[in-house]
């Protein structure tokens, strides 16, 4: 554990250059780059693109293309929206095909380093150029009459999504036992279990191949507007001199910041992630979103014993940072102040985000932090306004503890704040 003031001077040290295994705290690394190398008013763009305008017809003669470059707040209901815009300009009919670019983000959608019976979870889906509802796919299961197949609804539709088996309807005010599994094959799953009749469920899985099931979503919503394409979607890069019909721009990044860092959203850390590795090396990987939070790392002075980082999120197992290297981020970002700072960013203690259910006393209003759990690991990082030194920064990260570690952690914050 490490506690600085926003000076940097420690204030308590216990074993704080030992590094640990971090969890989602290892998110505020990710923020702190972002914030520095593309600045807090840096947005992403997704665009629907064409060769030539819209003809006089209402065609597009070739392709209409899907552009995206890296957007972890991009939503179906986003590309709608383009697509209502494209029939109001007066688009009738596609002579080519959808064609989705994801050349911006490359390397593999789920970071090998992550554990394998996280596959298939809602927290550990993929990372792609083109992001769509988180890369997830939503299931609505509605209980019908008993005895009979319940009603599944998937969102968005679209041809992309396998479904087989049956989820059976039981009697009114039942306990509900809904399976969604993924398949081996990708984007087909297996429906299974009971839900009370009446009962709405909603379920959130990763999608698989994200660029050519974000072409077929953009196929039916074309459809749904009955606007024709005449062949099959595919995946490629878009013309250079293609035309923009359509740019989606996402809000600020600190407002997406604000939204990783309070729901310790893992799929905004990977974007994120690639999305500075690609600002800096104009190749956007993990390796190089690594490498430039490294740089970051360094160029600020902050020390970094036994770092060893594999993701933006801090989902795998194998990452190591030390108690110093997250107290000193913190410490920097705030003594800089203004849009670097990352206090407003963070949930407030017992009432807001991942530590609306944590249990403070004297902190209660006071802390601003991050929480971080994995298997065997508990951890919070952020800021304390301590009763007598005023704000302090300060990192606690418990591994493999046989009692309540994050019973601990509270307690230690509750004390930290007497200072």
Known sequence: MAVLSVDGITVYDNRAYRATTPASVQKLIVAAAALDVLGPQYRFHTILAAQRPIDADGTIDGNLWLVGSGDPSFRSTDLDA???????????????????????????????????????????????????????????????????????????????????????????????????????????????????AGTTEKDWLPVRSVPQYAGAVLVRLLSDRTIAVNAAPIVARAPL????????????????????????????????????????????????????????????????????????????????IAAITLARVLADAESRGGESSLYLLLPLGGRQGTL????????????????????????????????????????FSINGSPGDPDAAIVRAVNRLIEY
Do not use: C
Request: hydrophobic share 35%; glycine share 10%; proline share 4%.
């Open 82 to 196: 383009g697509v209502a815009l494209l029939e109001r300009a007066g688009l009738r009919r596609v002579t080519g095909s959808v064609a989705v670019d994801a050349e911006a983000m490359h390397g593999p959608e789920l970071n090998p380093h992550w554990e394998a019976g996280d596959s298939g979870e809602d927290y550990a889906a993929p990372t792609s150029a083109v992001s769509l509802d988180g890369d997830t796919v939503e299931f609505d299961v509605t209980g019908t009459s008993p005895g009979e197949a319940a009603d599944v609804q998937i969102v968005p539709e679209s041809d992309a999504i396998g479904v087989s088996g049956e989820i059976q309807t039981s009697s009114s005010g039942s306990d509900s036992d809904v399976t969604i599994a993924p398949q081996q094959a990708p984007n087909t799953f297996l429906l299974s279990g009971s839900i009370g």
């Open 356 to 395: 609306k259910e944590y249990d403070f006393t004297t902190a209660l209003g006071r802390v601003r932090a991050k929480s971080g759990h994995i298997g065997g690991v508990a951890s919070l990082a952020g800021y304390a306004n301590t009763l007598h030194h005023g704000r302090v920064a300060f990192a």
């Open 241 to 320: 001199e293609s035309i923009a019909l359509w740019d989606h721009r996402s809000a600020a990044l600190r407002a997406l910041e604000r939204h990783m860092l309070f729901f310790s959203d893992n799929h905004y850390a990977e974007q994120l992630l690639r999305a500075v590795g690609r600002e800096r090396s104009d190749v956007a990987t993990d390796a190089s979103g690594i490498a430039t939070e490294l740089r970051y790392l360094s160029e600020r002075g902050i020390p970094t014993p036994e770092l060893r980082i594999n993701d933006g999120s801090g989902l795998a197992p194998d990452n190591r």
